[in-house]
């Protein structure tokens, strides 16, 4: 009994292996035209797949002509988008290049999964309309990242505490050096944000409140 048992697991195994190896190739079978048009298209060129569609419901643009011009491109096995469903954190590797300075391997890196850039959508939607789908265009004009943004243009602790970890409980001088660092400038006006188009500043303020991780990085 003892003797028959690994056995039988290296059967289930083996079968297991089968199975896999067969659901795997189905996949590829189900999507061979997909498969095909993935190797010849850069999505990094489509504005929806860069979210650019959700400005300024986004998180930045500076490097937009950069995507739009086809100058980043993922790398081999990152161009299938049905192989997406495994990248829950949502990294790809890929190729920039620059006329100068040739090219050179990058990480692109969205600032949540899937479902959490769902949920913030939907959070946007219900605090504008009380619905959970909306245009997010004209929704954002309605959320207090305009209001901060538009009449009173203060980046002030009382106005962002608990947004997220990063203002858990922030001083002046923190949002003094976040607002200088992201307008890259040596004197952005402090908190009063004025070297920011308003774009930037609705950005600034989603960024700040959904994931602050580029603002830590700068």
């Known amino acids: 009994m003892l003797r028959f048992l690994p056995l039988k697991l ?56 950069k995507f739009m011009n086809g100058q980043v491109s993922f790398e081999s096995w990152g161009r299938l988008r049905f192989l997406d469903v495994f990248n829950v954190k949502n990294v790809f590797f890929a190729q920039y290049g620059e006329p100068r300075e040739g090219t050179r391997r990058v990480v692109l890196k969205r600032l949540g999964s899937n479902q959490e850039l769902a949920e913030i959508d939907q959070k946007i939607c219900k605090r504008a309309t009380g619905r959970p789908r909306c245009d997010l265009i004209q929704a954002m004009y309605k959320t207090e990242f305009a209001r901060i943004n538009g009449d009173v243009r203060l980046l002030t602790p009382g106005v962002v505490e608990g947004w997220s970890d990063l203002v858990h409980c922030p001083s002046q ?37 959904f994931n602050p991780e580029p603002l830590v990085l700068q």
Request: with cysteine.
């Open 173 to 209: 001088r923190l949002l003094d050096r976040v607002v200088r660092r992201y307008a890259e400038t040596k004197d952005s006006g402090s908190f009063l944000l004025k070297n920011l188009k308003d774009t930037e500043r609705m950005q600034l303020l989603m960024t700040l409140a």
């Open 10 to 65: 290296g059967r289930l195994y083996r079968c297991l292996k089968l199975l896999l190896v067969l659901g795997l190739s189905i996949i590829l079978l189900m999507n061979t035209h997909n498969l095909f048009a993935s190797f010849q298209k850069n999505e990094l060129t489509d504005r929806r797949f860069i979210n650019l569609n959700k400005c300024p419901a986004c998180f930045g643009t500076s490097w937009c002509r």
